[in-house]
T-cell receptor, first 115, second 114 residues
Framework: SAVISQKPSRDICQRGTSLTIQCQVD?????MFWYRQQPGQSLTLIAT?????????ESGFVIDKFPISRPNLTFSTLTVSNMSPEDSSIYLC????????????FGPGTRLTVL | AQKITQTQPGMFVQEKEAVTLDCTYD???????LFWYKQPSSGEMIFLIY??????QNATEGRYSLNFQKARKSANLVISASQLGDSAMYFC???????????FGAGTILRVKS
Protein backbone atom coordinates (compact mmCIF):
# COMPACT_ATOMS: atom_id res chain seq x y z
CA SER A 1 0.00 0.00 0.00
CA ALA A 2 0.99 3.62 -0.46
CA VAL A 3 1.43 6.08 2.38
CA ILE A 4 0.38 9.57 1.38
CA SER A 5 0.94 12.75 3.34
CA GLN A 6 -0.48 16.19 2.68
CA LYS A 7 0.50 19.62 3.90
CA PRO A 8 -1.07 21.64 5.34
CA SER A 9 -3.72 19.54 7.05
CA ARG A 10 -5.92 22.60 7.37
CA ASP A 11 -5.77 26.31 6.79
CA ILE A 12 -7.88 29.42 7.06
CA CYS A 13 -7.21 31.94 4.31
CA GLN A 14 -8.42 35.33 3.24
CA ARG A 15 -10.25 35.78 -0.04
CA GLY A 16 -8.07 36.80 -2.93
CA THR A 17 -5.03 34.92 -1.67
CA SER A 18 -3.57 31.62 -2.90
CA LEU A 19 -2.70 28.41 -1.10
CA THR A 20 -0.41 25.63 -2.26
CA ILE A 21 -1.15 22.12 -1.03
CA GLN A 22 1.59 19.51 -1.09
CA CYS A 23 1.15 15.78 -1.58
CA GLN A 24 3.99 13.34 -0.87
CA VAL A 25 3.85 9.60 -1.56
CA ASP A 26 6.26 7.09 -0.07
CA UNK A 27 6.67 5.26 -3.39
CA UNK A 28 6.97 6.22 -7.03
CA UNK A 29 3.63 6.43 -8.77
CA UNK A 30 2.75 7.28 -12.32
CA UNK A 31 -0.49 9.13 -11.80
CA MET A 32 -1.67 11.34 -9.00
CA PHE A 33 -5.21 12.63 -8.70
CA TRP A 34 -6.51 15.76 -7.00
CA TYR A 35 -10.08 15.76 -5.68
CA ARG A 36 -12.24 18.42 -4.09
CA GLN A 37 -14.98 17.79 -1.56
CA GLN A 38 -17.18 20.78 -0.91
CA PRO A 39 -19.05 20.89 2.43
CA GLY A 40 -21.68 18.17 2.63
CA GLN A 41 -20.88 16.98 -0.88
CA SER A 42 -19.20 14.06 -2.55
CA LEU A 43 -15.73 14.04 -4.09
CA THR A 44 -15.11 15.54 -7.50
CA LEU A 45 -11.94 15.10 -9.51
CA ILE A 46 -10.11 18.35 -10.26
CA ALA A 47 -7.27 17.00 -12.37
CA THR A 48 -4.92 14.12 -13.03
CA UNK A 49 -1.22 14.82 -12.71
CA UNK A 50 1.33 12.78 -14.63
CA UNK A 51 5.03 13.31 -14.12
CA UNK A 52 6.60 15.04 -17.08
CA UNK A 53 3.44 16.28 -18.70
CA UNK A 54 0.74 18.86 -18.21
CA UNK A 55 -2.03 17.98 -15.82
CA UNK A 56 -5.35 16.97 -17.32
CA UNK A 57 -8.26 18.99 -15.94
CA GLU A 58 -11.86 17.92 -15.59
CA SER A 59 -14.72 19.94 -16.94
CA GLY A 60 -15.31 22.98 -14.77
CA PHE A 61 -11.72 23.22 -13.52
CA VAL A 62 -9.05 25.35 -15.17
CA ILE A 63 -5.31 25.60 -14.85
CA ASP A 64 -5.34 29.29 -13.96
CA LYS A 65 -7.46 28.61 -10.90
CA PHE A 66 -5.89 25.27 -9.89
CA PRO A 67 -2.31 25.09 -11.19
CA ILE A 68 -0.65 21.75 -10.52
CA SER A 69 2.98 20.77 -10.43
CA ARG A 70 4.38 17.24 -10.68
CA PRO A 71 8.15 17.54 -10.49
CA ASN A 72 8.84 13.84 -9.77
CA LEU A 73 7.15 10.50 -9.22
CA THR A 74 6.55 10.98 -5.50
CA PHE A 75 5.38 14.57 -5.18
CA SER A 76 2.75 16.96 -6.46
CA THR A 77 1.32 20.32 -5.52
CA LEU A 78 -2.08 21.87 -6.10
CA THR A 79 -2.51 25.61 -5.82
CA VAL A 80 -5.88 27.18 -5.19
CA SER A 81 -5.57 30.66 -6.65
CA ASN A 82 -7.42 33.89 -5.96
CA MET A 83 -9.56 32.15 -3.41
CA SER A 84 -13.18 32.91 -2.61
CA PRO A 85 -15.42 31.42 0.11
CA GLU A 86 -16.75 28.97 -2.51
CA ASP A 87 -13.31 27.33 -2.52
CA SER A 88 -13.79 26.23 1.09
CA SER A 89 -13.47 22.46 0.77
CA ILE A 90 -11.43 19.43 1.62
CA TYR A 91 -8.77 18.83 -1.02
CA LEU A 92 -7.48 15.28 -1.32
CA CYS A 93 -4.74 13.73 -3.38
CA UNK A 94 -4.96 10.13 -4.44
CA UNK A 95 -2.84 7.48 -6.14
CA UNK A 96 -3.52 4.08 -7.65
CA UNK A 97 -2.35 0.95 -5.90
CA UNK A 98 1.23 0.14 -6.69
CA UNK A 99 0.87 -3.56 -7.27
CA UNK A 100 -2.83 -4.18 -7.39
CA UNK A 101 -5.45 -2.57 -9.55
CA UNK A 102 -7.97 -3.04 -6.80
CA UNK A 103 -6.62 -0.24 -4.69
CA UNK A 104 -6.71 3.51 -4.79
CA UNK A 105 -5.41 5.40 -1.82
CA PHE A 106 -6.10 8.87 -0.51
CA GLY A 107 -4.08 11.30 1.48
CA PRO A 108 -5.50 12.63 4.74
CA GLY A 109 -6.83 15.74 3.02
CA THR A 110 -6.39 19.48 3.43
CA ARG A 111 -9.33 21.26 5.00
CA LEU A 112 -9.46 24.78 3.58
CA THR A 113 -11.64 27.59 4.87
CA VAL A 114 -11.75 30.87 2.96
CA LEU A 115 -13.08 33.91 4.76
CA ALA B 1 -20.74 8.46 -18.93
CA GLN B 2 -20.21 6.85 -15.60
CA LYS B 3 -22.80 7.32 -12.92
CA ILE B 4 -23.02 6.13 -9.34
CA THR B 5 -26.23 6.33 -7.33
CA GLN B 6 -26.56 6.01 -3.58
CA THR B 7 -30.22 6.43 -2.73
CA GLN B 8 -29.93 6.41 1.05
CA PRO B 9 -28.86 9.80 2.41
CA GLY B 10 -28.79 8.41 5.94
CA MET B 11 -29.13 5.09 7.71
CA PHE B 12 -29.43 4.00 11.33
CA VAL B 13 -28.43 0.60 12.63
CA GLN B 14 -28.39 -0.91 16.06
CA GLU B 15 -25.00 -1.89 17.41
CA LYS B 16 -24.11 -5.53 16.61
CA GLU B 17 -26.68 -5.69 13.82
CA ALA B 18 -25.91 -5.92 10.10
CA VAL B 19 -26.63 -3.10 7.68
CA THR B 20 -26.71 -2.83 3.89
CA LEU B 21 -25.76 0.35 2.07
CA ASP B 22 -27.07 0.54 -1.47
CA CYS B 23 -25.14 1.46 -4.59
CA THR B 24 -26.15 1.22 -8.23
CA TYR B 25 -24.00 2.17 -11.16
CA ASP B 26 -24.23 2.77 -14.84
CA UNK B 27 -21.51 2.18 -17.38
CA UNK B 28 -21.16 0.88 -20.90
CA UNK B 29 -17.62 -0.35 -20.31
CA UNK B 30 -17.43 -4.13 -19.68
CA UNK B 31 -14.32 -3.67 -17.53
CA UNK B 32 -14.69 -1.62 -14.38
CA UNK B 33 -14.01 -1.65 -10.67
CA LEU B 34 -16.22 -0.73 -7.77
CA PHE B 35 -14.90 0.70 -4.53
CA TRP B 36 -16.31 1.50 -1.13
CA TYR B 37 -14.77 4.10 1.15
CA LYS B 38 -15.47 5.19 4.70
CA GLN B 39 -15.07 8.84 5.63
CA PRO B 40 -15.20 9.63 9.34
CA SER B 41 -15.66 13.17 10.57
CA SER B 42 -11.89 13.70 10.35
CA GLY B 43 -12.25 13.76 6.57
CA GLU B 44 -9.83 11.01 5.61
CA MET B 45 -10.95 8.49 2.99
CA ILE B 46 -10.50 4.92 4.19
CA PHE B 47 -10.56 2.22 1.52
CA LEU B 48 -12.84 -0.65 2.54
CA ILE B 49 -13.41 -3.08 -0.30
CA TYR B 50 -13.10 -3.56 -4.06
CA UNK B 51 -15.05 -5.58 -6.63
CA UNK B 52 -13.89 -6.06 -10.19
CA UNK B 53 -16.43 -6.50 -12.95
CA UNK B 54 -14.97 -9.86 -13.91
CA UNK B 55 -14.68 -11.20 -10.39
CA UNK B 56 -16.73 -14.34 -10.01
CA GLN B 57 -17.16 -14.10 -6.28
CA ASN B 58 -18.40 -11.31 -4.05
CA ALA B 59 -15.58 -9.47 -2.32
CA THR B 60 -15.17 -9.74 1.43
CA GLU B 61 -12.87 -7.94 3.85
CA GLY B 62 -13.42 -8.77 7.49
CA ARG B 63 -16.82 -7.42 8.50
CA TYR B 64 -17.34 -5.87 5.07
CA SER B 65 -18.79 -7.73 2.13
CA LEU B 66 -19.98 -6.56 -1.22
CA ASN B 67 -23.22 -7.90 -2.66
CA PHE B 68 -22.40 -7.64 -6.36
CA GLN B 69 -25.29 -8.17 -8.75
CA LYS B 70 -23.86 -7.44 -12.16
CA ALA B 71 -27.05 -7.83 -14.16
CA ARG B 72 -28.79 -5.33 -11.91
CA LYS B 73 -25.71 -3.11 -11.82
CA SER B 74 -25.71 -2.96 -8.06
CA ALA B 75 -22.85 -3.22 -5.59
CA ASN B 76 -24.25 -2.99 -2.10
CA LEU B 77 -21.98 -2.87 0.94
CA VAL B 78 -22.90 -5.11 3.83
CA ILE B 79 -21.42 -4.35 7.24
CA SER B 80 -21.90 -7.15 9.73
CA ALA B 81 -21.88 -6.80 13.53
CA SER B 82 -21.97 -3.00 13.44
CA GLN B 83 -19.81 -1.11 15.88
CA LEU B 84 -20.10 2.44 17.18
CA GLY B 85 -16.92 3.26 15.29
CA ASP B 86 -18.65 2.43 12.02
CA SER B 87 -20.57 5.70 12.27
CA ALA B 88 -19.32 7.69 9.28
CA MET B 89 -20.07 8.68 5.70
CA TYR B 90 -19.77 5.86 3.19
CA PHE B 91 -19.04 6.42 -0.48
CA CYS B 92 -19.42 4.05 -3.40
CA UNK B 93 -17.18 4.77 -6.39
CA UNK B 94 -16.46 3.32 -9.80
CA UNK B 95 -13.42 3.31 -12.04
CA UNK B 96 -13.73 2.20 -15.64
CA UNK B 97 -10.10 1.27 -16.13
CA UNK B 98 -6.90 1.13 -14.12
CA UNK B 99 -5.31 4.53 -13.98
CA UNK B 100 -8.54 6.33 -14.53
CA UNK B 101 -10.38 8.54 -12.15
CA UNK B 102 -12.87 7.42 -9.55
CA UNK B 103 -16.43 8.65 -9.90
CA PHE B 104 -18.22 8.88 -6.57
CA GLY B 105 -21.79 8.55 -5.42
CA ALA B 106 -23.39 11.11 -3.14
CA GLY B 107 -22.68 9.07 -0.04
CA THR B 108 -24.68 7.58 2.82
CA ILE B 109 -24.32 8.70 6.42
CA LEU B 110 -24.42 5.71 8.75
CA ARG B 111 -25.20 6.12 12.44
CA VAL B 112 -24.75 3.17 14.76
CA LYS B 113 -26.91 3.28 17.88
CA SER B 114 -25.94 1.72 21.18
Amino acid sequence: SAVISQKPSRDICQRGTSLTIQCQVDSQVTMMFWYRQQPGQSLTLIATANQGSEATYESGFVIDKFPISRPNLTFSTLTVSNMSPEDSSIYLCSVDGLAEENEQFFGPGTRLTVL
Amino acid sequence: AQKITQTQPGMFVQEKEAVTLDCTYDTSDPSYGLFWYKQPSSGEMIFLIYQGSYDQQNATEGRYSLNFQKARKSANLVISASQLGDSAMYFCAMREAYGNKLVFGAGTILRVKS
